[in-house]
């Protein structure tokens, strides 16, 4: 237990940094948000290009992994779907932002820092990967189904490409395909740059956790505490849960790579879900979520750290 809160507890101390920072008000929120763009647009996509450029790509390009968290992640959102649709009899809208927070985990904020502790270096490589299925997968089906329920009038063609085009911004995707040019045509960095490269890099996990301490700040339940609990319970629960079977039931994925993608999944969900969610008429919900996610996932990780076979664990 105590080799657990060796590695929980750090991390959990730096996302408390970030909360007395705006609570004590010594960071305001404009310069939060400052510190938030630069893990996004500069530390994030570093980190990326790093992971992708340190190895060969026949290493990093894991289809088998892509293929099992692709899977579980999508299982979990149809669940949770069809949980809000059928049984709860909500719009949908209000599903598709449901089914979000339990099926896409905030891969770079938190659980980059957690797996890299537990796990090391392939973390990155893990990242780079979850990533690719987040925002390629997870995000634009939950968008494009809101997107259709809000606008009815719209046809799928425009909502379709809304949502690539907004994809097509994201840094963090911007830095995966830099990192795969330049793995594909083995282009050498040099010394310099890739020197900045990883001191972002090195930045990242830090500044991330940081960001989301700030970002709890303010946030609170308003008695939400049925809902916000289904989203928590998918989240931390059932996505790890199904990421599990689905690594076990697709073959020739390393041990290392299976435990690192349940600790991913064991994340809280992606620290933009208030946003998406006020967009959608479920801000409060969502903020509540994220609030709830964040403070029992010391105890959740906690659980999934100490269950994990310590044979799957490097240093």
Known sequence: MLAILTITTPIFLLIGSGYAARRTRLIDHEQMKGVGIFVMYLALPALVIRALTQQPLEEILQFNYLLAYGLGSALVFAFGLFVSLKIQREPLQTGAMQALGMAASNSGFIGYPVAAMVIGSPAAVMMALNMVVETLLIIPTALILAEMATHRSASLGKTLRTTLLNLSKNPVLIGLLMGLFLAITQTPIPSPALKAIDMLAEAAGPAALFVIGGALCGLELKGLAGRVGQIVAGKLVLH???????????????????????????????????????????????????????VVSFFTLSVVIGLLDTSLLIS
């Open 240 to 294: 790890p849960l199904i990421i599990l079977s689905a690594f076990l039931l697709v073959p020739g994925i390393e041990p290392v790579f299976i435990a690192g993608a349940v600790l991913f999944a064991a994340a809280p969900m992606i620290s933009i879900y208030p946003l998406f969610g006020q967009r959608y008429g479920v801000g409060d919900i969502s903020a509540a979520a994220l609030l709830l996610a964040t």
